[in-house]
């Protein structure tokens, strides 16, 4: 079993930058896809960024260009940096390794642009 402790939300201007990060408790090398998701008020939970085992990422069409997801398996972490943020941005963003036996969710947190 793999805990998730996600940090770095916060406030922010449109047009700053962020950068969240994910620890695990745990090796997440097996782990297939470690990525970002986030929920908006009386929005679904929607995929951000993925990353997988070797490397290939992936990104909502929303975000590309502005987001950068990373997996870093020797220390354990995946981090989201996050730059030209817009109001539309504005959610509780939560940490997700999965994989065939493996689903994974931090407790989120929370991330504001706003002026």
């Known amino acids: 079993q793999v805990q998730l402790v996600e940090s770095g939300g916060g406030l922010v201007q449109p047009g700053g930058s962020l950068r969240v990060s994910c620890a695990a408790s745990?090796?997440?090398?097996?782990?297939?896809?470690m990525g970002w998701f986030r929920q908006a008020p009386g929005k679904q939970r929607e995929l951000v960024a993925a990353?997988?085992?070797?490397?290939?990422?992936t990104y909502a069409n929303s975000v590309k260009g502005r987001f950068t997801v990373s997996r870093d398996s020797a220390k354990n972490t995946v981090s989201l940096q996050m730059n030209s943020l817009k109001p539309e941005d504005t959610a509780v963003y939560y940490c997700?390794?999965?994989?065939?036996?493996?689903?994974?969710w931090g407790q989120g947190t929370q991330v504001t642009v706003s002026s």
């Open positions: 997700r390794g999965w994989g065939v036996g493996d689903d994974y």
């Open positions: 990353v997988t085992r070797v490397g290939t990422t």
């Open positions: 745990g090796s997440i090398l097996s782990i297939n896809f």
